[in-house]
């Protein structure tokens, strides 16, 4: 299974854009990259995935590098309800294998 | 009742007790997961059901038996526990596989403490 690589934590301004990054450099070729988020007391939420281009909802962006071997979240304004913590997965079939994660907090 | 329910919520067992936890999806899926979540450490998958077949079993005690008898309920049945096995234990739910392109739900998850 990739290994992955997140900041610990990272800290942000509610309303300002933030950029989770994500090192996956073990990535095969047909894994996707997946991102979930646990709020605190809850079970982990589903963001957003993908494979190889950028992806957008209504949640998140994803940025995947050309070479996929990292990727970035992109929350375009943080608010005090994205505090959680954020898991980057590859994964593949019935694989999601969860890392530590980055812990995201939001200044108001 | 919506999404990926579990109860109960909150549970203290003793070493020798017996208890269950249930899980119920109501969301169509045909595939089903426990997940353990223990203090400080990343969340664990557990087993995995597909179609009302266990396809994955990562190395788990015998003394956490699985139970899936049809596509929206999961049980995980617990006996004979340590204090180590003190965790939040989730339970999701996806249309196939997850891990390709199928997002998982997960329910809120049982809080077990064992004495």
């Known amino acids: 299974d990739a290994k992955t690589t997140q900041p610990n934590s990272m800290e942000s301004n509610e309303e300002e854009p933030v950029h989770l990054p994500c090192n996956h450099s073990?990535?095969?070729?047909?894994?996707?990259i997946h991102w979930y988020r646990q709020l605190p007391s809850q079970g982990p939420e589903y963001v957003i995935h993908g494979l190889t281009s950028n992806v957008n909802n209504r949640m998140a962006s994803l940025a995947i590098a050309e070479d996929r071997k990292s990727s970035t979240l992109i929350l375009h304004r943080a608010t005090l309800r994205d505090a959680a913590v954020y898991y980057c997965l590859p994964s593949r079939r019935n694989k999601l294998v969860f890392g530590a994660g980055t812990i995201l907090r939001v200044k108001s | 009742e919506t999404g990926v329910t579990q109860t109960p919520r909150h549970l203290v067992m003793g070493m020798t007790n017996k208890k269950s936890l249930k899980c119920e999806q109501h969301l169509g899926h045909n595939a089903m997961y426990w997940y353990k979540q223990s203090a400080k450490k990343p969340l664990e998958l557990m087993f995995v059901y597909s179609l009302e077949e266990r396809v994955e079993n990562n190395s788990v005690p015998s003394r956490f038996s699985p139970e899936c008898p049809n596509s929206s309920h999961l049980f995980l049945h617990l006996h004979t526990l340590q204090p180590e096995d003190s965790a939040l234990y989730l339970c999701a739910s996806s249309q196939g596989l997850a891990g390709l392109y199928n997002e998982q739900f997960f329910g809120p998850g049982t809080r077990l403490t064992v004495l």
């Open positions: 073990t990535i095969s070729g047909t894994d996707y």
